[in-house]
């Protein structure tokens, strides 16, 4: 689904394999992963997180990878959410409101390409919107239970199940329940009256069954950083595992999320110039007022579950499967006005007027409602022979979700608070004749087929070629309740995607790997339906747009070595109609939606280096140039804007980040700094945002061995320590800022792109206790 000020709820996600053992815990390389018990060798007294290693776990994929691991993410604030965890990593431009990582208003671009075209898993399965292709990390797992996140800024595995990954895919895989019976609990407070409590049980392996278990709860209340307002979270995840056999395994894994978030309102430039953070909602609400705080306000539930196993068949043959469920349901709503007479369902006019409770001279405040009731879900399976020097891969990935948009009102008490906040049918408005006064009423089923193939072949020891095929399509098949020229929608497409990769091991230490690989996005569901405003068609449904396609090419080396490792990837893409994510005002709604930028060619270079001097001690840099540039002027109207060899939209030229751990078993802490260069907001590049920095600070002291040497830690965390005051990112890409001449010699208009504004700083102190 889409959000108001692109807030979308991922309420419906989930779907298959992560990056290497597709189904299976998307599992770390074993350098940097633990074992599958997580219990360490008998000689070794684990006390707190010793390992530094937790900014560049190693590789061997023919495609850039980078990741983090536990040992890195318990050392920053546990309320950071998967976004604001990868910021360091090459390519990763992170644009949040909230410094805690709670409000839906937040983006990630990779290497320019925004969330929309990043797939998302979680062990496994598919986090992206159905609908919209976005992804919400204020709804993923507790960071206490995130084992790895790994980030392919390019290259997307071929059996992942995601639609539009030309951007890359993240990651997340969980920490497996413990061997033995035990604890966690943390408890955290901090700056705008922040608290949260989490608590984690381990069940240990269960008697002689083989399984074992976790099953974790937190609970989260801040308040609004700039302006009125607060964020509840509730969050429970559970992992349930069985290991047997010679590397058998199956799980269950469950995430429930439960928030009320706020949604941090985004300024144009003249608004930030003019005020700054002082752009906010109202704090009081008076007679008539559209925008008071508690009319802004997201309450979303959504639950997520994810069945992968891997089955060994035989010792040639494998079987790795996947199946996901995910429910749910929330509302973007936002403050207007309606009358009791002129108003319109689709382009019926509406002759008997409306009863609109606290009505003054025919005109009402009301909660506009911006609801999504999504369902998804799915399997992908695979084969996997090992036939001398091939192995070879088969596979099959069905999806199918449906998504039921409804944009409705509800009435308000005169104290301005909602009658619902959920934004439900029974207490919504309705016209004389009993049915819903509603500006949008869609259904959308989407169907989604795949098959893949592939071969690995070992050429000689050391070096492996890679050659596959994909084929995907993708049915949207909906209908428009809303009376008017348009009922039933249907889009159907098929992508066929090649690709190919070669993988040479130079040493013990060295690599060089080469990939070529397409990509495609189908357009998304909003695009497919009729707009209405006062009985008049205002936005045309087309099922006449066609995919975005993309072929890119990645070549790098990468070194690992005792105390350095380290990567450089070149990379290069070239897209057809180019699909850019951005938000529309639809009828007061801020609504997900797209715009095509036509042709684009990108290239760049993407390098990390982690460096580990001492034991506990280690610094990682990395850094991203990138060269984007638009192929084509853009048809507005019946004219061309001018934008050829302009600068592709939110694609800083440099980013820049250096980063450190620190642990000597009593003491330890981390750094996190990031650049991020300018970035332009228009395709005709007349208005951009200047460059900036940030900074994250993190220290603490292991106290095991002053109680009981059980794992105790306290932390303090400082979030965004220099507290800049910049804005952070692009919501809102326009065609043009200021009136423009056309190609054909039209006065094309201008319109101001809207932007987030950067979090200012939070420090906050987590006490962690062992059991």
Same mark, same amino acid.
């Given at each position: ?40 060798? *008998? ?49 990763? &431009? ?17 290497? +320019? ?70 604890? =966690?609990?943390?408890?955290?407070? +901090? ?15 269960? @008697? ?18 700039? @302006? ?12 349930? =595992? ?19 978030? $706020? ?10 110039? *003019? ?12 007679? !008539? ?23 060994? =068949? ?27 007479? +002129? ?10 007027? %409306? ?103 070992? =050429? ?23 009376? !008017? ?48 405003? $006062? ?25 690992? !070595? ?14 057809? &109609? ?8 639809? @009828?007061?709604?801020?609504?997900? $939606? ?28 990395? +850094? ?11 048809? %507005? ?31 330890? @802490? ?20 200047? !460059? ?27 979030? &965004? ?51």
């Amino acid at each position: 689904m889409t959000a108001h000020t692109c807030t979308r709820f991922s309420l419906s996600t989930t779907g298959l394999i992560a990056a290497v053992l597709p189904g299976l815990l998307l599992a770390a390389p074993a350098a940097a992963a633990p074992g599958p018990d997580d219990t360490p060798p *008998a000689d070794i007294r684990v006390v707190g997180n010793p390992d530094p290693e937790g900014l560049l776990p190693d590789q061997s994929a023919p495609q850039a990878r980078s990741a983090i691991s536990a040992d890195f993410i318990t050392k920053q604030a546990p309320t950071l959410n998967a976004f604001q965890l990868v910021n360091l990593l090459p390519g990763a &431009n992170v644009s949040s409101s909230d410094p805690y990582g709670l409000s839906t208003t937040s983006s990630l671009t990779l290497r +320019g390409l925004g969330q929309d075209e990043i797939g998302v898993l979680m062990e496994g399965a598919p986090q992206n919107d159905i609908g919209y292709y976005y992804a919400y990390p204020a709804q993923f797992a507790d960071a206490e239970n995130l084992r790895q996140i790994t980030l392919a800024q390019g290259a997307v595995d071929i059996d992942s199940p995601t639609v539009g990954g030309a951007g890359g895919l993240l990651s997340l895989s969980l920490d497996n329940p413990k061997a033995e019976r035990g604890g =966690l609990v943390d408890l955290t407070i +901090g700056e705008y009256n922040m608290r949260r409590a989490f608590a984690r049980f381990d069940t240990g392996t269960i @008697g002689d069954t083989g399984l074992k278990a976790f099953l974790s709860y937190s609970n989260t209340r801040a308040d609004n950083w700039r @302006g009125a307002g607060y964020d509840l979270r509730q969050h429970v995840d559970a992992k349930l =595992l069985n290991e047997w056999g010679d590397g058998n395994r199956a799980s269950l894994s469950v995430s429930f999320n439960d928030a009320n978030s $706020s949604t941090y309102p985004s300024p144009t430039l003249a608004d930030w110039q *003019a005020e700054g953070r002082g752009f906010n909602y109202d704090k009081r609400y008076s007679d !008539g007022d559209t925008n008071y705080w508690r009319l802004y306000r997201a309450p979303f539930r959504n639950i997520y579950v994810s069945a992968p196993a891997h089955l060994k =068949l035989s010792d040639r043959l494998t079987l790795d499967t996947t199946g996901y469920l995910q429910f749910g349901y929330g509302n973007s709503p936002y403050g207007t006005q309606l009358g009791t007479t +002129g108003n319109f369902l689709g382009t019926e006019e509406l002759s008997s007027p %409306i009863a609109l409770p606290g009505a003054v001279d025919g005109t009402a405040t009301v909660l506009g409602n911006f609801t999504g009731d999504q369902f998804r879900g799915g399997g992908v399976g695979k084969l996997t022979l090992e036939a001398g020097a091939h192995t070879l891969t088969a596979g099959l990935w069905f999806d199918y979700g449906t998504d039921r948009v409804l944009q409705t009102y509800t009435s308000i008490r005169d104290d301005g608070r909602p009658v619902d906040p959920w934004g439900y049918q029974d207490k919504a408005i309705r016209i004389a004749d009993g049915r819903l006064l509603a500006y949008e009423n869609e259904r959308t089923v989407t169907v989604t087929k795949s098959f893949f193939v592939a071969d690995s072949i070992a =050429l000689t020891p050391r070096l492996r070629v890679d050659i596959g095929f994909k084929g995907v399509d993708v049915l949207h098949n909906g209908r428009n309740y809303l009376p !008017g020229p348009q009922d039933r929608v249907r889009f159907d497409s098929f992508a066929a995607l090649p690709r190919a990769a070669v993988h040479y091991q130079l040493d013990d230490q060295q690599q060089l790997f080469a990939n070529i690989t397409t990509n495609f996005r189908a357009p998304d569901e909003y695009t497919l339906y009729n707009s209405y405003d $006062s009985g008049e068609l205002v936005g045309q449904g087309t099922t006449a747009l066609k995919n975005e396609y993309s072929v890119s090419e990645e070549i790098g080396y990468r070194y690992i !070595g005792p105390s350095l490792s380290g990567s450089v990837t070149g990379f290069h893409y070239h897209f057809r &109609n180019r699909q850019l994510g951005t938000v529309v005002d639809l @009828g007061g709604a801020q609504i997900n $939606s797209t715009l095509n930028a036509g042709s684009q060619n990108s290239y760049g270079v993407d390098a990390e280096i982690d460096y580990r001097p001492a034991k506990g001690v280690s610094f990682y840099l990395s +850094g991203e140039y990138l060269h984007a540039r638009l192929d084509d002027d853009i048809p %507005i109207g019946d004219d061309l804007l001018p934008t050829r060899g302009k600068h592709a939209v939110s694609s800083p030229t440099y980013q820049i980040g250096f980063g450190g751990t620190y642990d000597d078993g009593r003491l330890f @802490g981390s750094f996190a700094l990031k650049y991020v260069d300018r970035q332009y907001a228009t395709f005709m590049n007349d208005e951009s945002i200047k !460059g900036y920095a940030t900074l994250d600070l993190s220290i603490g002291v292991h106290l095991a061995d002053l109680i009981d040497g059980k794992r105790t830690d306290l932390r303090l965390n400082a979030i &965004n320590v220099t507290d800049p005051h910049v804005l952070s990112g692009v919501e809102a890409v326009t065609p043009n800022a200021q009136d423009t001449v056309g190609r054909g010699g039209t006065i094309i208009a201008g319109a101001a792109p809207a932007y987030y504004i950067g979090s200012g700083r939070a420090v906050s102190a987590t006490l962690s206790r062992a059991f």
